[in-house]
């Protein structure tokens, strides 16, 4: 049976994760950019501009795959 104190644990990392996933999105939508060279349009996303935010989704994410697991358990 799965405790309960194991669904809110996940439930925190559920929307830990929702968060860091939301605050990259934003700072990708920030860090475009549109270059426009004749007729050819390029979109760019200057990757250093996000790295702190994607390094938090995937810190985050990480930690949501370990508290799903134990719910699998039933832990």
């Known amino acids: 049976m799965i405790k309960d104190k194991t669904i809110d644990e996940a439930?925190?990392?559920?929307?830990?994760t929702k968060k860091a996933l939301e605050?990259?999105?934003r700072?990708?939508?920030?860090?475009?950019?549109?270059?426009?060279?004749?007729?050819?349009?390029?979109?760019?996303?200057?990757?250093?501009d996000c790295a702190i935010q994607h390094a938090a989704a995937e810190r985050a994410?990480?930690?949501?795959?370990?508290?799903?697991?134990?719910?699998?358990?039933s832990r």
């Open 11 to 16: 439930l925190i990392e559920i929307m830990r």
């Open 23 to 25: 605050a990259l999105r």
């Open 27 to 48: 700072a990708r939508k920030a860090a475009t950019e549109t270059v426009t060279s004749g007729e050819k349009v390029k979109t760019y996303i200057r990757h250093s």
């Open 61 to 73: 994410s990480m930690d949501l795959t370990r508290k799903l697991a134990d719910l699998r358990a």
